[in-house]
């Protein structure tokens, strides 16, 4: 009895805490069946399907032509084709990765040599061009192109990755935002503090490292001079607030006009582009197919709940979020505290400002505009309380892809963009009333 | 039962068959109670009885699942406090329904000016002005509320309710926060509600009280009627018994105590408040009481030695040592505890789970590395809610879902766990019942046992003198009184002291 009793409370919380997931997953789906289509194969296993298809109804003997755009993607598929047909014995007359006109030149040279096109290797897009009927002994039905599959668009990987990819600067900053609500705070300067971090590193970059001829340790250092000064801008929060009791909005919100007037005067309002390709890792590679900010995200986000819901630190903030006079009477240093909650909230501003830097290839005080409110209504989606005292990590996470999931599937089944901001000023309503609703229950 | 003999009148409330249920939790189960006109019903239990939801349906917070309630013989539906206000019903709970910025008199009117969007201040202020002089009490009419004290804001609630045209006043322990003076006040204009015919519900932890005013008791005990009778044909064995359902001999538990050195001293502690610097010691093994009226600096005392206001003066030694005290935390890490009065504000995070509440002074002990150990946590907390007999149905529920008396045990089993040299509890007992009254002073029995050293403030007498090894007692930040011989000493005695 005691134990399901224990049992049973455990699945509750976790509902609780975690019931969000639910509703991002029926978003999911929603979002999944309303952009149902015909997919195209692409890249380089597209090629060697092609290829397989050739090498099965002509058998050998046969001469192909290769036809791809000059794409990454095409040209993957046009070397992956060529590839395959060679080791099945299929001679390749010709290459191309171009436009129609290339094409022609290609079949003129070839059957200027009297060669035989038996089979062109198509993809969807070139096997449409005109250009095949122009040669009566081409024609376009000798194109062969990979088989077409039924996918939504939402669900296909490259997309996924998209969302995940743009959700990570918000989540990032999410994590700050988390711990400064959990107790009792708000911080309306993160938006501002990204401009900050990506003026001031870019022009570290520029003015001291040498531009886009920039070593690698001076952009690391770069880096870290941009997260210290808004680290630096969040131990400053936290001391007006703790030292001088001014309530969290007021000190965030000043501090969101004197970094951003700070962002403004450093740059001379204008972008930073002078930066060398070691900036541009971090936010535009990959890892393992996976986009550098994602993997950051997913690590920070590992850690930061392992922080809150193992650590004295977490317990710490979820208590004096719960009742601060209680946790000062009950020994809990509430000041140092608070400070350490601000300055690592502006620290995580800081570093989703050098990530959106490095996406974007540029330092740029108009950077992080109206971040503040995006990165709160993902920690409130998620089921924290403004109150203080509540909220978990990783619903934090959920909430920002909530509402990334809404935007992106927006996007996908082609909302009015005037339409979209409505609807996620209504998502963040609903969010909040059910979750209010589930509560009183 | 439904009819007063006296009269042939319906009585002035009826409620019958009343049942509800919580998730979990059976409140209250068939209970019927009915008040007259002009009678004082004294209403006991036990914390966790179902006084709370009894009240909290008369005020329209809460509906029963089974049951009516008829209010001078007409079914009544309390769905809202309008509607409680409308059946003549005033409800005045613990916590006061005022605006502490606004005055006595706008916050009577307050949601009921009459003057279309304006406020009519002259025929506001006459009428509470009135309604005042017929209480008899003097209240200022122009302060905020919240710079009243709490008596004179428990009078504001009445005189609301009467605005009201109440028939029947409930009155959650009202005399929790009051002095013994402010109590026969109180009385005072409870026997004038009677003699205007107005019923009163009144509950109170205090037995002395319910024998002085009440005419009938009613006690509620697992959320069933134990039963009701005359209060004349009633002792207060007899009546503690109803409330426990077991017997219990004493009061207050026998020990002896073999008192030692003294382990903290304090020389000149000074408080902005303060006129003059304290002196004082308190013994190892020894209880010393602290008394008198409200605002007579006892908690500011307890403040200043654990650190939590700021000292402008003196010194604090323990055990010859010198403690240079800061913070809580420092007075905490100096081996000092203070359990405060009031656990909603300071005492208990009550968002927050029994198991978290307890670890909270802990952490540096039950951690390692910046990691909670947590199974080392919820061993330790279960063990003690074993110990301190917490009623809790796992250590991850959430302290605010606990009776009262259960919250002060979680409290005291967060600073047992500490092991602290020198303990203050800041009214220990404070709406909690009887049962868990005579736990906690058997505790403090212990911890004395133990060598500590304890300070307990208090504003019952009976718990002072039962308690304490020698008591202190102050009037307006000085210390007027010590009392060696406790054996000997009479309440009358320390009224003396605390009103000079």
Known sequence: MENRNASGSVVNQFLSDYGMLAVLLVLGALFATLTIKEQHPTGASAGRQVAQMIAQRQGENTQVLIVARDTREDRAFARAAAKELQALGIRVLAVVNGVPNDVRAAIEKITAGRQQIDAIVANDVTAKWSVYDRFPSVGSDKCVKPRPYIWPDFLKMSNLLGVANQTAIYAIIAIGMTMVIVSAGIDLSVGSLVALASVVSALCIRDWGGGADAGITMVVLGCAAGIAVCAAAGTFNGLMITVFGI??????????????????????????????????????????????????????????????????????????????????????????????????????????????????????????????????????????????????????????????????????????????????????????????????? | MARSALTGKPPLLEMHGIDKSYPGVRALDGVSLSVQHGEVVALLGENGAGKSTLIKMLGGAHQPDRGNIRVAGEEVNIDSPAAARLAGIGVIFQEFNLVPELAPWENIFLGRETGFGFVRRETERWRAAQLFQQTGVDVPMDVPCGQLSVAQQQIVEIVKALSQNARLIVMDEPSAALTTQEVACLFDIIRDLKRRNIGVIYISHRMDEIFQISDRVAVLRDGQLVGTAPTGELDRKRLIEMMVGRNIEEEFPETTRQLGPARLVVRGLKHAKFPVGLDFEVRRGEVLGVTGLIGAGRTELARLIFGADHLVGGSVTLDGTPLDIRSPRDAILAGICLLTEDRKQQGLIMGASICENFGLPNLSELSYGGFVRGRQERVACDSYAKRLNIKMSHSQQLVGNLSGGNQQKVVLAKWLQRNAEVVIFDEPTRGVDVGSKYEIYALINELAKQGKAIIMISSELPEILGMSDRILVMHEGRITGTIQDTAAATQEQIMEFAAQ
Request: aromatic content about 8%; some cysteine.
């Open chain 1, 247 to 441: 309530p969290p909005f007021i000190v965030s919100l000043s501090m969101m006009m004197i970094a951003s007037g700070l962002a403004f005067r450093l740059s001379d309002g204008r972008s930073i582009s002078e930066l060398p390709p070691s900036f541009l890792w971090l936010g535009g590679s990959q890892t393992l197919g996976v986009p550098n900010p994602v993997w950051l995200m997913l690590v920070l986000y590992s850690v930061a709940h392992i922080v809150m819901s193992r650590m004295v630190f977490g317990r710490y903030v979820y208590a004096i979020g719960g009742n601060k006079e209680a946790a000062r009477l009950s020994g809990v240093p509430v000041k140092r505290m608070l400070m350490a909650v601000y300055t690592i909230c502006g620290a995580l501003a800081g570093l989703g400002g050098i990530v959106l830097s490095s996406q974007l290839a540029a330092g740029d005080p108009k950077f992080g505009l109206m971040y503040e409110l995006e990165v709160i209504a993902a920690v409130v989606v998620g089921g924290a309380s403004l109150m203080g005292g509540r909220g978990k990590v990783f619903g934090t996470l959920i909430g920002a892809f909530i509402i990334a999931v809404i935007k992106n599937g927006m996007n996908l089944t082609n909302v009015d963009p005037f339409n979209q901001r409505i609807v996620l000023g209504a998502v963040l309503l609903a969010a909040v009333l059910l979750d209010m609703l589930r509560r009183r229950r």
